[in-house]
């Protein structure tokens, strides 16, 4: 039986052992990657902060408020400069997560041209959740799953779930779905809320730009076409299928990917 909660952190859902999309994409390249994934240390990177910043700035604005500041303008060309920096780095220690003051007004021009989307900022802002966790099984596996947003029904009259994306250039988001597999995420994301509730919902992707057109930042609202969601429910049936084996039978001990050169141009 599905089920849902608003309780966790991002952090406290990782820690739930069910398998998710992020698994499913280590599964897809090698089965080994799933212990790598556990095991290895990462660093915190100024792309992951960005992004996990205009998430809580759309998404939950308070959280926004309470876990990110921006650094002041110092002037780094100076000692003075430097000096303050360190400072000021110093007095908030671990607290929150400094944005440079480039990077800050990136998030909240990303947020702001996002909101000025009618139709993304009435999904993002009315009635409903954001960052749900929910838990399920395909063919008793135990699974899970983190919408970005999960609209109230009674606003559009179905049911939705709104997934936040950055990305360079919002003109080649079709690129980024394909190497990143948000198709699977869309099936199986939607797989997950239709255990959850009984109800297929639409799955859109609210796509902002980095990078300014014409003085803005790009804001456009996606769906992907029908054979793209079937394809993407056939590849995580395929990675659920390698996991199952997996739980079953373990792993042969020495799990190597195989890799294909580029032909030559000679």
């Known amino acids: 039986m599905a089920t849902k909660t608003n309780a966790l952190t991002n952090d406290e859902y990782r820690q739930v052992k069910a398998y998710s999309k992020s698994d499913l994409?280590?599964?897809?390249?090698?089965?080994?990657?799933?212990?790598?994934?556990?095991?290895?240390?990462?660093?915190?990177?100024?792309?992951?902060?960005?992004?996990?910043?205009?998430?809580?700035?759309?998404?939950?604005?308070?959280?926004?408020?309470?876990?990110y500041i921006k650094m002041p303008d110092f002037d780094l060309r100076t000692n003075a400069g430097k000096a303050s920096k360190e400072t000021f780095e110093a007095s908030i220690g671990d607290s929150k997560t400094i944005l440079t003051h480039d990077d800050y007004e990136l998030v909240i021009g990303m947020r702001d041209s996002a909101l000025s989307h009618p139709v993304i900022n009435k999904l993002l802002t009315s009635s409903g959740e954001s960052e749900v966790s929910i838990f399920f099984e395909i063919d008793g596996i135990k699974c899970k799953c983190r919408p970005d947003r999960i609209v109230d029904p009674k606003v559009f009259n179905q049911h939705i779930i709104v997934d936040v994306k950055t990305c360079v250039d919002v003109s080649k988001f079709n690129f980024s779905a394909r190497d990143y597999r948000y198709d699977v995420q869309d099936s199986f994301y939607s797989r997950g809320y239709e255990e959850l509730t009984g109800f297929k919902p639409r799955?859109?992707?609210?796509?902002?730009?980095?990078?300014?057109?014409?003085?803005?930042?790009?804001?456009?609202?996606?769906?992907?076409?029908?054979?793209?969601?079937?394809?993407?429910?056939?590849?995580?049936?395929?990675?659920?299928?390698?996991?199952?084996?997996?739980?079953?039978?373990?792993?042969?001990?020495?799990?190597?990917?195989?890799?294909?050169?580029?032909?030559?141009?000679?």
């Open 25 to 67: 994409d280590n599964v897809n390249k090698s089965i080994a990657l799933l212990d790598w994934n556990k095991n290895v240390n990462r660093e915190k990177s100024e792309v992951a902060d960005i992004g996990n910043a205009t998430h809580a700035a759309l998404l939950e604005p308070d959280v926004f408020e309470k876990e």
């Open 203 to 266: 799955f859109l992707f609210a796509v902002i730009g980095k990078n300014k057109v014409f003085g803005s930042h790009q804001a456009r609202l996606f769906e992907l076409e029908p054979e793209d969601k079937a394809n993407g429910e056939t590849q995580y049936m395929k990675n659920l299928e390698i996991v199952k084996e997996f739980e079953e039978f373990g792993g042969g001990g020495l799990e190597v990917e195989m890799i294909k050169l580029p032909k030559r141009w000679n």
